[in-house]
Structure formats: C-alpha cells, structure tokens
C-alpha cells in the first residue's frame, strides 16, 4: 500500500517563503501524478500544483508565479516550493499521487495533511 508522508508545515510571515516536501513508500513503481491540494477552513479542496511523472505541471493560478513543483521519479519525491506568500494560501496541505494500473485501474493516495498559516 503505497504511503505519503509530508514534511511539516508550520507559521510564515506574509511575503515569507516554505518549502513542502512528500515522499512515497510502499511502492517500487514509479507514481504519475504527484503534488499538493489545500483546503481552506470552509471552503472545498483545491488542486494547487501537480506534476506527471513526465514532468508536465499545473498550477491553479492564485499561486502561478510564486509556487513552484518538482520531483524526483527515482525517489518517488515532490517538492513544492512557495514563495510570497499571502493570507491566503493558509490551508491544510495535503500530498496527493496517483498510479494507474492495468489490473486495478487508477489508484489515489493521499497524505495526512499538513497546517500552513500565513500571517499578515
């Protein structure tokens, strides 16, 4: 069963930077998608940034310019590096990935998520 574990999160001054990290176990395969949603208290998950493993991204666009992803296919390992940083972006992060296999479809795994909090 494949697992994500997250870096932490933590507290960051508006304008500041954190860097998030996700590495998956339990798998020898290399996943597809990896990357982060957030969720805002009252408000639904949102896709923030994603990559294939053929490196393709997507952001949503209240972070292009300021977040960046990236990862490892070896290590099976994301990155997602944000810079400037708004009220805004404070959220519970979550690491998601996906694998699609023949014999199974398309599996999703999510991290347990993590707090980011910027002050203003």
């Known amino acids: 069963q494949v697992q994500l574990v997250e870096s932490e999160g933590g507290l960051v001054q508006a304008g500041g930077s954190l860097r998030l990290s996700c590495s998956a176990s339990?798998?020898?395969?290399?996943?597809?998608?990896m990357g982060w949603y957030r969720q805002a208290p009252g408000k639904q998950r949102e896709l923030v940034a994603v990559?294939?493993?053929?490196?393709?991204?997507n952001y949503v666009d209240s972070v292009k310019g300021r977040f960046t992803i990236s990862r490892d296919n070896a290590k099976n390992t994301a990155h997602l590096q944000m810079n400037s940083l708004k009220a805004e972006d404070t959220a519970v992060y979550y690491c998601?990935?996906?694998?699609?296999?023949?014999?199974?479809?398309?599996?999703?795994?999510w991290g347990q998520g993590t707090q980011i909090t910027v002050s203003s």
């Open positions: 339990g798998t020898s395969l290399r996943l597809d998608t």
């Open positions: 998601y990935a996906d694998l699609y296999r023949r014999i199974f479809g398309r599996s999703e795994y």
């Open positions: 990559v294939t493993s053929g490196g393709n991204t």
